[in-house]
């Protein structure tokens, strides 16, 4: 199953609208959970992974998205 749970914490550049951000990703199955946030950050995501190393594929995914500029993890023991 899904042991593997991160909270991701995830910049918009500012080129690009949050209200594009979001929609790509929702599609991602692997994200349990997305909040718009104020702060340092636009969205704050609950990721649920089988494995460290699935997490480290899904963080490469969300910085592809345009306008994502920058993502802060934290693993939940």
Same mark, same amino acid.
């Given at each position: 199953?899904?042991?593997?749970?991160?909270? /991701? +914490?995830?910049?918009? @550049?500012?080129g690009i609208h949050c209200r594009e951000v979001a929609? *790509?990703?929702? #599609?991602?199955?692997?994200?349990?959970?997305?909040?718009? /946030? +104020?702060?340092?950050? @636009?969205?704050?995501?609950?990721?649920?992974?089988?494995?460290? *190393?699935?997490? #480290?594929?899904?963080?490469?995914?969300?910085?592809?998205i345009p306008g994502v500029a920058?993502?802060?993890?934290?693993?939940?023991?």
């Open positions: 199953g899904l042991a593997f749970t991160a909270f /991701v +914490a995830i910049r918009n @550049d500012g929609p *790509r990703l929702r #599609e991602m199955p692997e994200v349990q959970e997305l909040h718009s /946030v +104020a702060g340092e950050y @636009d969205f704050l995501a609950k990721i649920r992974t089988t494995h460290a *190393r699935a997490l #480290e594929d899904v963080l490469y995914a969300i910085k592809s920058r993502t802060t993890s934290t693993v939940v023991l």
